[in-house]
């Protein structure tokens, strides 16, 4: 069998993706009724996280506590990173330290590839620059499911600061592989000049790209990855793009609202929204901590196939 690396989901097609969100809908019904999971004694993750997380490392944790991993954390703070030792070292110090997994979040796009090459065993990228955020992608589809009950057809408006978002670019790719019509809403300093690359469609006026979404996705405005001069103001950017009540009218009246978090409280998402009945960015949270265990099982060999039979579709049950 090869490594089963996880390094984003444009990678992916559609059967995986849909088994991946398959077995995270399993573990979920799993959890709920206190069931247990498939079990990986003796396995080991490793953790490394070269920049901030809350969600992410915790839910990562979580998972694999119900799978029976145990995990190491590691950061580059406090280790022989610090005294310069390279990432390519690192890596085949902890291949020795005999690490089952690793799962990666690193600043450089790509570097979950590196680890990879040197580690030649399972690497999850848990987010690398502005490139991929393949299990925020997983677990954000696992919500739209569970909530509005299908992806195919959907019109899903991914709001800001898209140039900067791994969350956008995975979400992006994902969503359209099922069947969402993707559109990028923001000023034109924020959307990639290479936009027309990505499966969606650029959008520069907020009331425009919001008309008739059914899903619109805030993303954070990410000032720590931000040149200056790309917006005038943040005031102006709240004016002309925040997504609030008012400015969600266009919007389809069943419209949810997510956001992978962080989030810039008032700033490109008002309180009332954040904190109201249309969101589901807590469901979000949730919702990756299932897909976070469907993919830790199926890199460390799990057979899906075992996992679901007998299972209800989430993607049939949807549609019934
Ligand atoms: N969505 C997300 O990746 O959040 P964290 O940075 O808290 O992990």
């Known amino acids: 069998m090869s490594v089963r690396h996880l390094l984003g989901v444009r990678r992916l097609d559609t059967i995986q993706i849909q088994e991946l969100i398959e077995v995270s809908a399993e573990f979920r019904r799993r959890m709920k009724a206190g069931e247990a999971l498939p ?89 690398d620059g502005e ?57 034109n300093t924020l959307l990639p000049s290479n936009c027309a690359l990505l499966p969606g469609e650029p959008y520069f006026k907020l009331s425009e790209g919001l008309e008739g979404a059914d899903v619109v996705m805030c993303l954070r405005l990410q000032k720590e990855r931000m040149a200056q001069g790309l917006l005038s103001s943040i005031g102006e950017y709240r004016r002309l793009y925040q997504v609030n009540e008012r400015t969600l009218r266009p919007a389809a009246k069943d419209v949810i609202v997510m956001h992978p978090g962080p989030i810039n409280r008032g700033v490109e998402l008002d309180d009332a929204t954040a904190d109201g009945p249309r969101s589901v960015i807590l469901d979000q949270v949730e919702s990756a901590v299932y897909t976070r265990a469907a993919v830790l099982f199926w890199a460390l060999g799990g057979d899906p196939d075992a996992v679901l039979d007998g299972a209800t579709s989430v993607f049939e049950e949807a549609e019934a």
Request: glycine share 10%.
């Open 131 to 187: 490139h991929e955020h393949p299990t925020q992608a997983l677990g954000d589809a696992l919500t739209i499911l569970l909530r509005k009950g299908r992806i195919q057809g959907l019109t899903v408006a991914i709001v800001g600061d898209v140039m900067h978002s791994r969350v956008a670019r995975s979400n992006a790719w994902l969503l359209s592989k099922l069947g969402a019509k993707v559109r990028f809403v923001g000023p």
């Open 39 to 127: 079990q990986f004694p003796g396995k080991v993750a490793g953790l490394l996280f070269f920049e901030g997380s809350t969600r992410t490392r915790v839910s990562f944790e979580r998972a694999a506590f119900a799978l029976g991993i145990q995990v190491t954390n590691f950061t580059g703070q406090g280790s022989s990173m610090a005294k310069g030792e390279t990432l390519r070292d690192t890596i085949l110090t902890l291949r020795q330290e005999l690490l089952d997994t690793i799962v990666v979040r690193h600043p450089s796009c790509g570097s979950p590839q590196l680890v990879a090459d040197f580690f030649r065993r399972p690497v999850i990228n848990a987010g």
